[in-house]
């Protein structure tokens, strides 16, 4: 029994340098240790054995089985080595190749326009303020001294919700909300960025949703030249120091005298082109001096204050800055067209 234990154990070692993949392996340690293995057979002739010859053999076989088993684990070692060398070999990484770009998310176009116009507003003093999209009727229209019935609500095709209850087709009750909750007490100096709704077929030129900012300041003495300052100081700091500005008589319920703004074309400097109409001019705004009514129905004493109001589209002010022909592009997400306006 002794020499078929050292006969299993040779045979074993001998199989165990043999094998080069984990498989193989394993196979040798099922086929030699196992239950049914030919170590585990000579065991159960034990039993035939004298007292004295079952310790001797008895250590023996666990000798040997602890022989083989180290034999097996040395060589999973190795086996796993060499593997991991391998493979280390093959995905070997060049770590001076450059690394591959993150694409990162920006402003939109729309955003960055919103924000430099305010940050030239407020450089002149002027506050920030905000209200809600779903407007009354009463602040949208009647206190910008436009009541129910009046012909000029044609030109602002409404979405309403009931009879009092619509979405804002301006920014302008935002102004007549900061003016009603300072009741004529003191001045204000203010401009209103935010999304509008009018009932408009979408085109190049309209959508039913845009952006608008209008702006307003009250206070005692205001004037007509006060205003134009504000909108060249604006006019030269959004397209450059050579435009020009100027003002053309039109008409808004909440502004007496109203005007509309033009600046000097930048592709024909004034002289006439097919993006001016051949005028040298391009309207860009909408502005005026508050209306007595407006400043009344506020609490403001008309007599003492005065002030000036103007209301901008950024869709607009973008288009002319940077060439875009079609207001939807600034909606419809088109990756493509939004990069160009990216700044990292």
């Known amino acids: 029994m002794k020499e078929r234990l050292q006969e299993l154990k040779q045979e074993a070692l001998v199989k165990v340098k043999e094998a080069t993949t984990l498989k193989e392996l394993q196979d040798v340690r099922v086929a030699y240790l196992g239950k049914k293995g030919p170590i585990t057979e000579v065991l159960r002739g034990m039993g035939k054995l004298s007292k004295e010859e079952r310790p001797v053999i008895g250590e023996l076989a666990n000798t040997v089985r602890q022989d083989i088993a180290s034999a097996l684990d040395e060589k999973k070692e190795s086996i796993e080595a060499e593997a991991l060398e391998k493979q280390l070999a093959e995905e070997t ?70 009879e009092d209850i619509l979405m804002r087709t301006h920014t302008s009750p935002v102004q007549a909300r900061t003016m009603n909750a300072i009741d004529g007490s003191k001045s204000v100096k203010m401009i209103c960025p935010g999304k509008v709704y009018r009932r408009d077929t979408d085109d190049a030129t ?16 205001v004037r007509m030249s006060d205003l134009k300052g504000v909108l060249d100081r604006f006019a030269k700091q959004m397209f450059g120091e050579d435009r020009e500005i100027r003002l053309r008589p039109s008409f808004f319920p909440f ?7 033009d600046i000097s074309c930048k592709v024909c400097h004034g002289e006439g082109c097919h993006v001016c109409k051949k005028t040298g001019w391009i309207e860009i705004l909408g502005a005026g001096m508050v209306h007595p009514r407006v400043l009344e129905m506020a609490g403001y004493d008309s007599q003492k204050y005065s002030g000036f109001a103007f209301g901008m589209g950024p869709e607009r002010i973008a288009m002319l800055k940077y060439g875009v022909d079609d207001i939807r592009h600034f909606y419809t997400n088109d990756i493509r067209f939004l990069k160009q306006y990216h700044k990292a």
């Open 93 to 162: 990484i060049d770590v001076s190749l450059p690394g591959r770009p993150a694409p990162v998310g920006g402003p939109h176009l729309l955003t960055s326009i919103v924000e430099e116009i305010e940050d030239l507003f407020i450089g002149m003093g002027f506050e920030v303020r905000e209200g809600p999209e779903v407007e009354t009727d009463y602040y949208n229209f009647e206190a910008l001294n436009l009541p129910k019935g009046h012909p000029a609500r044609d030109m602002q095709d409404s979405f309403y919700i009931t």
């Open 206 to 221: 309209h959508s039913h949703q845009f952006t608008q900012i209008e702006g307003l300041y009250v206070d005692e003495n």
């Open 255 to 261: 502004t007496e005298p109203s005007v509309e703004m």
